[in-house]
């Protein structure tokens, strides 16, 4: 009589955590299908429009890095402003400076074209990915 009321435990215990587990299922994929619990989502719509900097910062034939936004920003010709990130996409270091046509970054000598974000010298491989920025008056902010 032991064994059956062992065996009938283990039978038990085994089908809540099976209906556990399907539960637990279902619970994510309705969190996945909702739009208003991405985190992406949110975060986009929470930077839109983000002031960044104004652009007299942004010196033309250089550029600016906001490591606290992330972002660096450059103006290759007058009026011309582009953002990208400012993780660097070797190591994943901040980029320091915009100098001499290049964005670089200090930790092993990543350089990136101001203007495409294109490697000009390794050791990163991937260009650095632009950030969606316009310009609003006299500031440049998030689009």
């Known amino acids: 009589m032991g064994g059956a009321n062992r065996r009938t435990f283990l039978m038990g215990a085994g089908a809540v955590g099976v209906a556990t587990a399907a539960l637990s299922g279902c619970g994510g994929a309705a969190q996945q299908t909702d739009p208003y619990e991405d985190p992406?989502?949110?975060?986009?719509a929470a930077n839109g429009g983000e002031p960044l900097a104004k652009v007299a910062?942004?010196?033309v034939g250089g550029g600016v890095v906001l490591a606290d936004k992330k972002v660096v920003l450059t103006q290759p010709v007058p009026?011309?402003?582009k953002g990208f990130t400012s993780t660097c996409t070797h190591y994943g270091c901040t980029v320091a400076s915009v100098t001499g046509g290049t964005i670089n970054c200090p930790c092993h000598g990543s350089k990136f074209d101001m203007a495409s974000g294109e490697v000009r010298n390794g050791p990163a491989i991937g260009a650095l990915p632009a950030v969606a920025i316009k310009v609003d008056g006299d500031e440049v902010v998030r689009a």
Do not use: K, L
Not at 40 to 44: D, F, I, V, Y
């Open 57 to 59: 910062d942004v010196p």
């Open 79 to 81: 009026g011309e402003i």
């Open 40 to 44: 992406a989502q949110n975060t986009e």
